[in-house]
Nanobody, 119 residues
Framework: QVQLVESGGGLVQPGGSLRLSCANS???????????MGWYRQGPGKQRELVAD???????NYADSVKGRFTISRDNGNNTMYLEMNSLQPEDTAVYYC??????????WGQGTQVTVSS
């Protein structure tokens, strides 16, 4: 069973950087290679939104608000996904969630990690 755990969140000043990680904390489960992986976020008073995702073929997709600042990547051998976030702004403040969508259609969510951008 794949269980996702996010790490790397925290408090950062505007213009700063953070690197989020999403790993499988379960004792077993399929490789990330059979999942479309993604990062979502939910800011205060806002709906959850897609930040970026990466397909099983390593094709990436980004929300317009983060293009050029964020980079998503995956390491299937270590069952880990990353989100490199640069030039962070206060509007990036949110809980960031890891999502895995299996090729058979079911989804798994992590518990989220808080990112706060403030001076």
């Amino acid at each position: 069973q794949v269980q996702l755990v996010e790490s790397g969140g925290g408090l950062v000043q505007p213009g700063g950087s953070l690197r989020l990680s999403c790993a499988n904390s379960g004792s077993s489960g399929s490789s990330f290679a059979v999942y479309r992986m993604g990062w979502y976020r939910q800011g205060p008073g806002k709906q959850r939104e897609l930040v970026a995702d990466i397909t099983t073929a390593d094709t990436t997709n980004y929300a317009d608000s983060v293009k050029g600042r964020f980079t998503i990547s995956r390491d299937n051998g270590n069952n880990t996904m990353y989100l490199e976030m640069n030039s962070l702004q206060p509007e990036d403040t949110a809980v960031y969630y890891c999502n895995a969508r299996h090729i058979f259609g079911f989804e798994i969510w992590g518990q989220g990690t808080q990112v706060t951008v403030s001076s």
